[in-house]
């Protein structure tokens, strides 16, 4: 006899994490994506940085509020550029890096991956913040 097997999205999202590495700092950067989804902007000033980690909210339940979204793809477009827009405001008050973005904009995307979530991803990525591929140093004075 076949048993069930229950899959439910924050498993899946795990299962799909290779590395180590990705397996340790996948959960957080997720949760930092779903954190922002709860962040509004200051309405004095729309530049400023909000930005806040929600300790006291579950990421279960962030995540089954997200999921009750999966079928209006108008709404999950606006709550990705929502994010995109207050990482962009924190890449700007020097906070993070533009690559870092990039980190947190990768755990949803896979998230959404594993979980039949279909969003224009090109309509998103065009508001990515740009990274630099540079280093900010000069030439040693002699």
């Not at 709550?79 to 993070?96: A, E, G, M, P, Y």
């Not at 991803?121 to 002699?142: G, L």
Request: charged share 30%; net charge positive.
């Amino acid at each position: 006899m076949l048993e069930l097997i229950v899959d439910d999205a924050y498993t899946n999202f795990i299962e799909a994490l290779k590395s180590d590495e990705a397996k340790q700092q996948g959960p957080t950067r997720l949760k930092y994506f779903f954190d922002s989804l709860y962040t509004q902007p200051d309405p004095t000033n729309p530049d400023n940085d909000t930005f806040t980690l929600l300790p006291d909210k579950n990421i279960k339940t962030q995540i089954d509020d997200f999921m009750s979204h999966k079928d209006n793809k108008k709404q999950l477009e606006k709550l990705f550029k929502h994010f995109v827009r207050l990482q962009k405001r924190r890449v700007k008050s020097n906070r993070i890096a533009g690559g870092t973005v990039l980190n947190y904009y990768k755990a949803a995307k896979l998230f959404c991956s594993e979980n039949d979530i279909e969003i224009n991803w090109k309509r998103i990525s065009r508001e990515m913040p740009h990274n630099r591929e540079y280093a900010q140093d000069r030439i040693p004075t002699d």
